[in-house]
């Protein structure tokens, strides 16, 4: 069972570009996560997704970001008009349905954006 | 707004030695609290969750507590090993959305031989 997958491990992007980030949910779950984690500091909640649902976006940047995860394919983070300081590295995670609560995620590899 | 504070920023122990790190919270009782632990370049690997109902949990040599007056959880690893040395994070449900999880910003231990 191979874990949750991210890609690109790595991202360079200059200044006013768009930024597109992959993530492939563990199989069998559908529940998606993502967190954003800057240089010597915690993971930062974005939204959660399930399938073509946006359950909770609260930690998401108003402008500039956006998350879906379609009914088929892996979810994706857009950021557009990148800019330095969202150079970071991005996790995704997933959870598998469960009866009202959930609880354990578990994390991809992180994606690195870095922007010039 | 609920706040998690680990100990320290780092924590450096000998071989063998008992590591324990501390998470703190405020502002809230959560339901239940976790333990991760991130390698650099790496995803955070979950370790231990313990219920709001359950004093200590224990697993191979690791043994988390949950003190819930407190408002405190202790991580311990006992017979530390210098492959224990990683990023350990603290995390816990926001009250607003059980699927909405918290971290700390962490403890680096450092285990050397």
């Known amino acids: 069972n191979a874990g949750v997958m991210q890609n690109p491990r790595h991202l360079v992007r200059r200044r006013g570009q768009e930024a597109r980030l992959r993530c492939s949910p563990m199989?069998?779950?559908?529940?998606v996560y993502w967190y954003r984690q800057l240089p010597e500091e915690g993971l930062k909640f974005m939204v959660y997704?399930?399938?073509?649902?946006?359950?909770?976006e609260s930690g998401m940047p108003k402008e500039r970001f956006s998350a879906e995860f379609p009914k088929e394919g892996p979810s994706i983070l857009r950021i557009q008009q990148v800019v330095r300081g969202d150079s970071a590295a991005y996790f995704c995670?997933?959870?598998?349905?469960?009866?009202?609560?959930?609880?354990?995620?578990?994390f991809g590899p992180g994606t690195r954006l870095l922007v010039l | 707004s609920q706040k998690i504070e680990q100990n320290s920023e780092a924590l450096n122990i000998q071989e063998g030695k008992t590591a324990t790190l501390t998470c703190n919270y405020t502002?809230?009782?959560?339901?239940?609290l976790q333990w991760y632990r991130q390698d650099p370049g790496r995803g955070p690997v979950f370790l231990l969750l313990?219920?709001?109902?359950?004093k200590e949990k224990r697993k191979e040599r690791l043994k988390v507590t949950f003190d819930t007056t407190l408002k405190q959880s202790l991580f311990h690893i006992t017979a530390s090993q210098p492959a224990d040395s990683a990023t350990y994070l603290c995390?816990?449900?926001?009250?607003?959305?059980?699927?909405?999880?918290?971290f700390g910003s962490g403890t680096r231990l450092s285990i050397r031989p």
């Open positions: 995670a997933s959870s598998p349905p469960a009866r009202g609560r959930q609880e354990t995620q578990y």
């Open positions: 997704l399930q399938k073509e649902n946006i359950i909770d």
């Open positions: 995390a816990l449900p926001t009250p607003s959305s059980a699927s909405k999880i918290i």
């Open positions: 502002n809230y009782s959560p339901a239940y």
């Open positions: 199989k069998g779950h559908s529940h």
């Open positions: 313990i219920r709001e109902n359950e």
